[in-house]
């Protein structure tokens, strides 16, 4: 029998609609009879009892919400009906939860690049970054030019990485430029990178240099343009050294202990927390039980979900870092004199999320039920295995580039919606439902809605993992595939 709903947890108040439910069609849920009072698309949520005004609203086994309105059994539940319980900046208690998880090491491996410091890569590049936007146009006739010159081999790629910063800015917004910039210089899934600086901007390249601390001198070359007479010339003879030396290096055999992967979703919808994001919780704590790694970021959508994940901190330094790590968000939305809880966008209510709560609470299952082993601000780099919290705000490619910059490998991004959208590691897209998989073949790389085909989550889960493990071997997504990468730094100041 075809399913139609899904009532997620027993204390539930709601169930979500499976397929498009027609008004007066009758849904059996756990022997209770219930008429439709109106057509609730799939995704989306129905009463299953009568609320009063103010009643809260039960998904995922907590309050997601309260009625706005009387609502009915069997009427459509979604963001015209009910409203976030949630308001201002809240005190927070450390309550460890800590599950114990068995999940057996398997001793799996896959195929990287060794890098001289002992850091593993996924991929084999040659990056060219530009200090300042300035300089935008050398380094995208730069790459062109090495490329036609090498007809794309030797390398897994080479990619120029245009973006409007490096200069006119000030504070934490300078300091967050030269601190994505050098961790994409430090990233081990380039094989060389040459940095092309203009001159006169504010991230001069000595300082820069000196901030990189300790790199590759062999691998990472430096240009300041204003200083050389052809720069197009100058250019080219370091790239080809580069590439030289990079088109050399080899893939061995790598323990999946030293993979780092990032969490990401984007255009989520009422299947977001059912198929695609527990998917990437059951891989997250796979990937930890081997000894690997596992990034968590877009902070304001933890926002009603924080309490999950504070307490799951391994000690109570960790949890105030996370207290920090969601306060100091919180105070970015009202030093802007913004809504700290104005979400979820007008994509998710389409596709049937409707609170920040549902969201939020849909959002963190991304990251399974492993312990919190580390917390990290914006622009830092991974120091810890397993499990660890990142500062960056919501917005796709903001996120996507903060999760790379810390040193993952590649970002798995969630959508219920689709995207096609790369940052500048491999950004693999799984869909929560297979209508966006089947009309979307040329942005889905995986396809999580076969869950609400009945097939168990765990194999589902193993396909997951076998399909990663050849990513990191190489096989590219479909965001390499088609060459949709791209770089967002997060701006919060002013602009001189």
């Not at 989550?457 to 060459?483: H, L, Q, W």
Request: charged share 25%; proline share 4%.
């Amino acid at each position: 029998m075809e399913t139609k709903y899904l009532k997620i947890n027993p204390a539930d108040n709601v169930a979500v609609a499976i397929l498009n439910l027609s008004a007066g069609e009758t849904i059996s849920v756990n022997g209770l009879d219930i008429k439709l009072n109106e057509d609730v698309p799939a995704g989306h949520k129905f009463a299953l009892k009568d609320f009063a005004v103010d009643d809260h609203i039960v998904k995922y086994g907590y309050a997601i919400g309260h009625a706005i309105t009387p609502i009915k059994q069997g009427d459509w539940v979604n963001e015209k009906k009910i409203k976030t319980n949630l308001s201002g900046l809240l005190e927070y208690t450390y309550n460890p939860a800590h599950e114990t998880l068995e999940i057996a090491n398997k001793n799996l491996t896959f195929k990287g690049y060794k890098r001289k410091n002992g850091d593993v890569g996924v991929r084999n590049e040659i990056w060219i970054i530009p200090t300042v936007g300035c300089v935008n146009g050398i380094v995208n006739q730069l790459a062109d030019q090495l490329r036609r010159e090498t007809e794309g081999k030797g390398v897994d790629a080479i990619v120029s990485f245009p973006h409007n910063y490096g200069c006119s800015q000030l504070g934490d917004d300078h300091e967050n430029t030269r601190k994505i910039l050098r961790d994409m210089v430090l990233h081990p899934n380039a094989g060389a990178v040459f940095v092309v600086g203009l001159g006169c901007e504010n991230n001069q390249l000595p300082a820069f240099r000196e901030f990189l601390g300790e790199y590759d001198a062999d691998r990472v070359a430096f240009m300041e343009t204003q200083k050389v007479g052809d720069e197009f010339e100058e250019g080219m003879a370091i790239l080809r050294d580069l590439y030289s030396k990079a088109s050399k290096d080899v893939r061995v055999d790598v323990p999946l202990s030293e993979l780092r992967v990032g969490l990401k979703c984007g255009g989520s919808d009422g299947f977001s927390g059912i198929t695609a994001n527990p998917l990437l919780g059951m891989f997250s704590d796979f990937l930890i039980a081997q000894g690997g790694t596992s990034v968590l970021t877009e902070v304001p959508e933890m926002f009603g979900a924080e309490t999950i994940l504070m307490n799951r901190c391994e000690n109570k330094e960790l949890f105030e870092q996370t207290v920090h790590l969601i306060n100091d968000f919180k105070d970015y939305f009202i030093r802007n004199e913004q809504p700290i809880y104005e979400n979820p966008s007008p994509g998710n209510k389409a596709g049937g999320i409707s609170t920040l709560e549902e969201k939020s609470l849909g959002c963190t299952q991304k990251c399974g039920k492993s312990v919190v082993k580390g917390v990290m601000k914006y622009g830092e780099r991974i120091q810890t295995k397993g499990l660890n919290l990142l500062s960056a705000p919501g917005n796709d490619l903001v996120a996507a580039t903060t999760l790379a910059a810390s040193g993952c490998h590649m970002v798995l991004f969630t959508t219920g919606r689709g995207t096609p959208f790369g940052t500048f590691v491999p950004t693999m897209k799984i869909s929560t439902n297979s209508n966006l998989a089947n009309n979307k073949p040329g942005w889905i790389d995986f396809n999580a809605g076969v869950i609400l085909e009945n097939e168990p989550m765990e194999k589902t889960c193993e396909r997951f993992t076998d399909y990663i493990i050849k990513v990191a071997s190489g096989e590219p997504v479909n965001n390499e595939k088609k060459n949709y990468r791209e770089i967002a730094i997060f701006k919060t100041g002013v602009t001189l």
